[in-house]
């Protein structure tokens, strides 16, 4: 059973447009949400987090919201560029534990 | 520049034999972690350590796999025998955590791909 669910294998956007990735949990007591970026032949790299008392956080030209009520959230990469063409892993776990469950990701073309 | 490092990359091996994988944390981490990437599930949590000491390793297949910490520079991952099913890339990942969990980030290594004939 997924906890974590990126139900979108794959997203193609043009340069200079948003980039909206989304994720599904199920686990209503996570309490603490990660967005990791990975390009390939390389180890993922934390990108943004936001902490369940939070609907949103802000990064730059990344934006992480979250809707507890649904147990979704969404990253949002305005505007989008070639160099943000990678896989993106959704992760979820509880503050105080180490466990972080990832989503299978989502991978990002940005066309010039 | 500190980072984790992962030997071997890339290792191909014959069903029946053991893989060992071995990971550098960066100094002075305390948490180390270990993830298997394969296509269907996305990044799976194998077992992770704090302070050298095992805390979870209830994502390994327990008959073939273990995972150990000989010292706080070494961790190291280890399939015998070794199945075509095991085939996917090993991530290691390691953090600084100071009593909050997850809320400090994991960084990751580069990965050793691993190929069972």
């Known amino acids: 059973d997924q906890q974590v669910k990126q139900n979108s294998p794959s997203l193609s956007v043009q340069e200079g447009r948003i980039s909206i990735l989304n994720c599904d949990y199920t686990n209503s007591m996570f309490d603490y949400f990660l967005w990791y970026k990975k390009y390939p032949a390389e180890g993922p790299t934390f990108l943004i987090s936001i902490s369940s008392i939070k609907d949103k956080n802000e990064d730059g030209r990344f934006t992480v919201f979250l809707n507890k009520s649904a147990k979704h959230l969404s990253l949002h990469i305005v505007p989008s560029q070639p160099g943000d063409s990678a896989v993106y892993f959704c992760a979820a776990g509880l503050t105080g534990g180490f466990k972080t469950i990832f989503g299978a990701g989502t991978r990002l073309f940005v066309k010039a | 520049d500190a980072r984790v490092t992962q030997t071997p990359r890339h290792k191909v091996t014959e069903m029946g034999q053991e893989v060992t994988m071995r990971c550098q944390p960066i100094l002075g981490h305390n948490t180390v972690f270990w993830y298997r990437q394969t296509m269907m599930q996305g990044l799976e949590l194998l077992a992770y350590f704090r302070n050298r000491a095992p805390l979870d390793d209830s994502g390994m297949p327990k008959d073939r796999f273990s995972a150990e910490m000989p010292d706080a520079t070494l961790a190291t991952l280890k399939i015998q025998p070794s199945e075509p099913r095991d085939s996917a890339v090993y991530f290691c990942?390691?953090?600084?955590?100071?009593?909050?969990?997850?809320?400090?980030?994991?960084?990751f290594g580069p990965g050793t791909r691993l190929t069972v004939l």
């Open positions: 990942a390691s953090g600084l955590v100071q009593g909050r969990g997850i809320t400090d980030t994991q960084y």
